[in-house]
């Protein structure tokens, strides 16, 4: 299931949504553009191995990491996720704590995959956690959004509308069973850090409820 858009339309432009997507694009074509490809991710990617509690400047890789991806169809999946759910997550919060709701939610997925894997030498990279406490908290605060969704059953394709709950909760279960299955390995799955979507997700849940009001209904009909 791929979300094509939302039912719900946003009271305000998303400057703030639309910034993150714009500067995350511009850091992986510099990514791409860079002449020593493997210098530059070992030094903005999550490496756990690296990660040093003497020296605070290891920690950094926990926030540069979420502007790197490894590959094209990455970035376009995140983003695109980021454009549909994004705009309607930063108006019911204001800017100021849809970005700190993107940043918590995307150094406590880095913080989930480093404590599975302290050893590990694998670049960790992506706005997946960050973007999936987006989608937690769109879960949380527009239970009665319709999502149009572009749907893959076998070889047959076809548009849908699916209620967010669904889609969101299906996607979190599918999330949680392949960090199950995938134990400490991440490798074994791809190089995909599965933990960090649904420590992200439960994230964005909090912020959901916490940040939850009246304000919500409005944008509900």
């Known amino acids: 299931m791929f ?10 432009f998303p400057f703030l949504n639309l910034a993150i ?5 511009y850091v992986f074509f510099r990514q791409v553009m860079t002449p020593d ?5 070992f030094q903005y990617a999550l490496v756990p191995r690296l990660v040093d509690f003497s020296n605070f400047e290891t920690f950094l890789p926990f926030i540069t990491s979420i502007f790197l991806h490894g590959g094209f ?3 376009l999946s995140n983003m695109w996720f980021l454009i549909v759910f994004g705009d309607n997550v930063e108006t019911h919060l204001n800017p100021i704590i849809f970005l700190f709701l993107y940043f918590v939610a995307g150094v406590a997925g880095g913080v989930s995959q480093y404590l599975l894997m302290p050893d590990a030498n694998i670049p ?4 997946s956690g960050a973007v999936a406490g987006v989608l ?4 949380v605060l527009f239970p009665h959004s319709r999502i149009k969704t572009l749907v893959f059953i076998l070889f047959f394709v076809t ?3 699916i209620s967010a709950p669904f889609m969101l909760g299906y996607w979190f279960v599918l999330q949680v069973l392949s960090a ?13 850090a599965f933990m960090a979507h649904v420590v992200g997700f439960i994230i964005g849940v909090l912020f959901g409820n916490i940040f939850r009001g009246k304000r919500d209904q409005a944008f509900e009909k």
């Not at 979300?3 to 305000?12: A, G, N, V």
Request: charge should be neutral; hydrophobic fraction near 50%.
């Open 3 to 12: 979300p094509l858009s939302d039912s719900i339309k946003s009271k305000r």
């Open 21 to 25: 997507v714009v500067v995350t694009v």
């Open 37 to 41: 490809f493997e210098a530059f991710i």
């Open 73 to 75: 169809l990455h970035l």
């Open 124 to 127: 960790m990279l992506g706005a």
């Open 136 to 139: 937690g908290c769109y879960y």
């Open 159 to 161: 548009i849908v509308n």
């Open 180 to 192: 199950l299955s995938a134990g400490s390995e991440l490798a074994a799955q791809g190089g995909v």
